[in-house]
């Protein structure tokens, strides 16, 4: 058994159950259509490392889809909130005898496996290790043993949760990766125009919401 672990959390994509801010704006099909791309660019980054890993289903485990049963273990999320799930999912690992653990999202498409090979690395000489992402969460939680306090006690899926966390490792030695910028609006997808050109095919939609995120802006 190799001694690092990557934990990744993924939902299951069904339509109008993903990326439901995006959707609000550019419609089900095309949300589903990019984070369908998102988990595909995830697994890229992930499948050539040289850990163990475990893919965790929101809803329920899904066989013969892009998660390889070769590559990856399959295992449901369990817990009452975000909070809860990703400690029980850490508490598995350390019970399972890993000595480094590093839970990434599936939604952030400048990942590569730089920020992975960062975030191990760190964990040589840190506690933990945090990727911040810019709307003020993380896309990456490293840690050698449970640090539970991190968990509890978070307003999830908002901009809180990176400042809460780093306050509550006040007394540990902590790793800042670099911040990235997830998608989950239309103001995200804009970053990436490759994204939006592979994934809004009518142009008119893609004019219609870039007027009106400009307007928001005035």
Do not use: C
């Not at 672990?5 to 939902?11: K, T």
């Not at 595909?40 to 929101?58: C, F, G, I, R």
């Not at 013969?64 to 029980?88: H, I, P, V």
């Not at 730089?114 to 000489?125: G, K, R, S, Y």
């Amino acid at each position: 058994m190799n001694k690092s672990l990557i934990l990744v959390f993924v939902r299951n994509p069904e339509l109008g159950k993903v990326k439901t801010r995006l959707s609000r704006t550019i419609g089900n099909n095309a949300a589903l259509k990019i984070y369908t791309i998102l988990l595909a660019h995830t697994e890229s980054v992930l499948n050539s490392m040289p850990v163990d890993k475990v893919v965790y289903y929101s809803e329920e485990i899904q066989q013969n889809d892009l998660w390889s049963e070769k590559l990856y273990q399959k295992k449901l999320q369990k817990g009452f909130d975000l909070g809860a799930r990703m400690q029980n999912a850490f508490e598995t690992a350390f019970k399972e005898l890993y000595e480094k653990v590093v839970i990434v999202g599936s939604d952030l498409f400048d990942l590569n496996t730089t920020h992975i090979e960062d975030a191990f690395q760190a964990l040589e000489n840190h506690e933990l290790v945090i990727g911040p992402s810019l709307d003020g969460g993380y896309y990456l939680l490293g840690m050698k043993k449970l640090h539970s306090a991190v968990f509890k006690n978070k307003l999830w899926g908002t901009d809180s949760v990176l400042d809460a966390t780093l306050n509550d490792l006040k007394q540990q030695t902590v790793k800042v990766l670099e911040a990235l910028n997830d998608i989950d609006t239309f103001e995200d997808l804009k970053a990436h125009p490759e994204l939006l050109k592979t994934i809004l095919n009518d142009e008119k939609i893609y004019r219609r919401n870039l007027k009106l995120s400009q307007k928001k802006r005035v």
